[in-house]
């Protein structure tokens, strides 16, 4: 179970209720309830906090990268003065 340092616990938050977060094994719990009264959890994976609210959590690891562009490889950034 991969701890996440007290110093990125102080300023990490719930992203739904802006809560702080504490660690529960290998999860952040809001400390504050959300509006239906459930404390929202965020799961840790390989070290890394995803701190999705729950409608968007399924959406983004059903998600491979590849979707998002295609298979394609990215071309090169355009840039304003162009």
Do not use: F, W
């Not at 719930?14 to 959300?34: H, I, Y």
């Amino acid at each position: 179970m991969p701890l996440i340092s007290p110093e990125l616990l102080s300023v990490l938050r719930c992203p739904v209720t802006g809560s702080a977060l504490v660690q529960e094994g290998d999860e952040l719990v809001a400390a504050s309830p959300d509006a239906n009264g459930q404390k929202l959890r965020y799961v840790i994976e390989d070290g890394i906090p995803l701190l999705l609210p729950p409608e968007l959590l399924a959406a983004a690891t059903s998600a491979s990268s590849d979707q998002h562009d295609g298979g394609r490889p990215a071309a090169a950034p355009r840039h304003a003065a162009e």
